[in-house]
Every structure is written in structure tokens, then in C-alpha cells.
T-cell receptor, first 115, second 114 residues
Framework: GDSVTQMEGPVTLSEEAFLTINCTYT??????LFWYVQYPGEGLQLLLK?????DKGSNKGFEATYRKETTSFHLEKGSVQVSDSAVYFC??????????????FGKGTKLTVNP | EPEVTQTPSHQVTQMGQEVILRCVPI?????FYWYRQILGQKVEFLVS????????KSEIFDDQFSVERPDGSNFTLKIRSTKLEDSAMYFC????????????FGPGTRLLVL
């Protein structure tokens, strides 16, 4: 079945460091890909998405490019801030024959950014 | 900005008891979902719901689980006889449409079964 694998955390960085969180997927067809973020005490928020190969999703300085050839959707940010400390989830959206959709998530990567 | 809300934020129950987790989806959304995350594990899909019926359910969503939209605003997940392994964070989500619409998530209900 469809699945998402993302790098194990936790990740600890200093402010202004470069961030990469790796995400790869296994899926039939060409799913849409997402990064969700969960700040402490809050729900899952959509960070960015890409719906087809070579699309780049971006938001709040974060970027991820849909790479069909490597089945990857790595999250990057050039300069992290303390306020980026959160848990990041990579996900893909699948659709069954009846048209019903669901998200398949990775395990999440906890990022801590120190001042 | 509209948001999905969930109550309670935390619930502790005894094994074998029934629990109802409540969600208020975004008001003009038509598709509703429940996911759960057991501590340290992946967020897993449980069920999707549209037009007052289940669209899809996972293997986890067995006979002890049920969902309902009892009125125009609430969407509930009932666990009839809780087990220790039901302890998890339960997330409700909603989307306006299917076919590519973003799913918006609530803050979750942390359920602990003793």
C-alpha cells in the first residue's frame, strides 16, 4: 500500500541554520504531496503542498519539490528561527476507486531550534 | 479564520467504557475525517464521512467505532468499549470538497484508557 517515510528526529539546530527534512514515498499513480506542521498544543496545519511532478510548494520560507524520479518531497528552509520549533509531517493524498480521499502520513520529525 | 475545533482536549477513561469525541468542522465543509496517532507512531487514517455516510474506513475502524453527524455542526467519533490500545491522539479534519481540497485539522483529543 501507499506509504511515507521521513527522517527520524529529533532534529536540533541553531537559529539561522539550514534545515532539511527528508521524505520519500511509495504510491501507485501520482499522489499529491504535503507537509503539515504541528506547533506545541495545536493541531496539524498545512505548511505547503505540491500536486504534480516538479511542482515546488513554498510557504513561510519553507520549500519542497515533488521529485517523481526519486519519489521524494524533502522539506528545506535556508535559515530557521526559534519559532519554527514544531513537529513536521510529510503526507500523501490517495484516492480510492470510489473517489474517497485520505491522507497517509509519515511518523513526524520534531524540530527544535535554539537561539 | 475558520477552524476545526475538538472537545475535550484530554479524556481519561477506564477500559471497557464508552467515549464520544466531538468535533465541529468548518461550517461550509462537506467531507469529514478522523485520524489517530498512537504515541510515537504515525498519524493513521480511521474514517471519512460524506453525505451522512461513511465513504471509506481503515482496518482499524472496526465494529467498536462509529461516527455520526447528529446535527448540522457536530461530527462525533464513538468508541463503544475502549481498550488500552485505543489510547492515542485523535484528530478530526474537514475539507470543503474532495478532488484536491486541503484537509483542515483540529487540535486533537488525547485519549488515555486505563
Amino acid at each position: 500500500g501507499d506509504s511515507v517515510t521521513q527522517m527520524e528526529g529529533p532534529v536540533t539546530l541553531s537559529e539561522e541554520a539550514f534545515l532539511t527534512i527528508n521524505c520519500t514515498y511509495t504510491a501507485t499513480g501520482y499522489p499529491s504531496l504535503f507537509w503539515y506542521v504541528q506547533y506545541p498544543g495545536e493541531g496539524l496545519q498545512l505548511l505547503l503542498k505540491a500536486t504534480k511532478a516538479d511542482d515546488k510548494g513554498s510557504n513561510k520560507g519553507f520549500e519542497a519539490t515533488y521529485r517523481k524520479e526519486t519519489t521524494s518531497f524533502h522539506l528545506e528552509k535556508g535559515s530557521v528561527q526559534v519559532s519554527d520549533s514544531a513537529v513536521y509531517f510529510c503526507a500523501l493524498r490517495t484516492r480510492n476507486q470510489g473517489g474517497s480521499e485520505k491522507l497517509v502520513f509519515g511518523k513526524g520529525t520534531k524540530l527544535t531550534v535554539n537561539p | 479564520e475558520p477552524e476545526v475545533t475538538q472537545t475535550p482536549s484530554h479524556q481519561v477513561t477506564q477500559m471497557g467504557q464508552e467515549v464520544i469525541l466531538r468535533c465541529v468542522p468548518i461550517s461550509n465543509h462537506l467531507y469529514f475525517y478522523w485520524y489517530r496517532q498512537i504515541l510515537g507512531q504515525k498519524v493513521e487514517f480511521l474514517v471519512s464521512f460524506y453525505n451522512n455516510e461513511i465513504s471509506e474506513k481503515s482496518e482499524i475502524f472496526d465494529d467498536q467505532f462509529s461516527v455520526e453527524r447528529p446535527d448540522g455542526s457536530n461530527f462525533t467519533l464513538k468508541i463503544r468499549s475502549t481498550k488500552l490500545e485505543d489510547s492515542a491522539m485523535y484528530f478530526c479534519a474537514s475539507s470543503r470538497l474532495a478532488g484536491g481540497e486541503t484537509q483542515y485539522f483540529g487540535p486533537g483529543t488525547r485519549l488515555l484508557v486505563l
